[in-house]
């Protein structure tokens, strides 16, 4: 309601450089649109944590696109949930083509999309869980049966990811992540693909994709808006049948 109101006094400025123009200026669209591939690409930490599920993603998590997504998330910049959801799209829809089960399961019995969860303490500074938008527009994207599933919730306290390397990530993510009660039935025998934002370690997705299969899940696949440099793979371009 308040947001409402600042828009009609108050002119929409660029995330990025706070110019007139929101939510984001022609300058820094385009500069975040450097970041985006020409097609979604498959993603592979190096090294792989344990149970890392095959990942797709739209673009390398760098520069202006990193800073849209911290803008969106952190600086309640919420008006960039169409540009965001335009760029996990083709990572979710990449993820599920490029495998058999996640087609059969959109033609069949349904498929499930999973965000990951957000600490209880980053929910309590934000208020909303900012992923969940996202996720949801995606989904639409998906022709056939899917559906959004919020069925992951963190078991303990976690420390910042942003300051720890690959090892110390996960292990503080070890048994983070378990499906909800009375969720497990939602999970059991079916095709998840688990979402999150920007992949770095792959730590956070492997942890995921470990409490999914826990409860049963029969296949953990990973979609996301980016990865960080050094995580992409190059031999996938496609969205088709992996070697
Ligand atoms: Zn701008």
Do not use: F
């Amino acid at each position: 309601m308040l947001a409402e109101l600042l828009d009609l006094v108050l002119p929409a400025t660029c995330a990025l450089c706070h110019r007139p123009g929101g939510p984001l200026c022609p300058s820094c669209r385009d500069a975040a649109g450097e970041c985006l591939h020409p097609s979604p690409r498959q993603a592979m930490p190096s090294p792989p944590p344990p149970g890392m599920p095959s990942c797709w993603v739209s673009a390398e998590a760098s520069g202006a696109l990193r800073a849209v997504v911290t803008a969106y998330k952190d600086e309640g910049r919420r008006d960039l949930d169409r540009t965001l959801a335009g760029w996990l799209a083709p990572a979710l829809r990449a993820a599920v083509g490029a495998d058999v089960a996640a087609r059969e399961a959109l033609r069949g019995r349904g498929l499930l999309v999973v965000p990951v969860p957000g600490s209880p303490r980053a929910r309590r500074r934000r208020g909303d869980v900012p992923l969940m938008p996202l996720v949801t527009r995606s989904v639409e994207g998906l022709a056939g049966r899917a559906t959004v599933a919020d069925v992951l919730r963190p078991t303990r306290v976690t420390r910042d990811q942003s300051t720890l390397d690959a090892a110390a990530r996960a292990a503080n993510l070890a048994g983070a992540m378990v499906v909800r009660e009375r969720q497990e039935g939602v999970v059991r025998g079916n095709v998840c693909v688990v979402v999150d934002d920007l992949v770095t370690t792959g730590a956070t997705l492997a942890e995921a994709a470990r409490a999914l299969r826990e409860a049963g899940a029969s296949r953990v696949l990973a979609a996301a808006i980016g990865a960080t440099r050094r995580q992409i793979e190059a031999r996938a371009t496609l969205p088709g049948p992996l070697p």
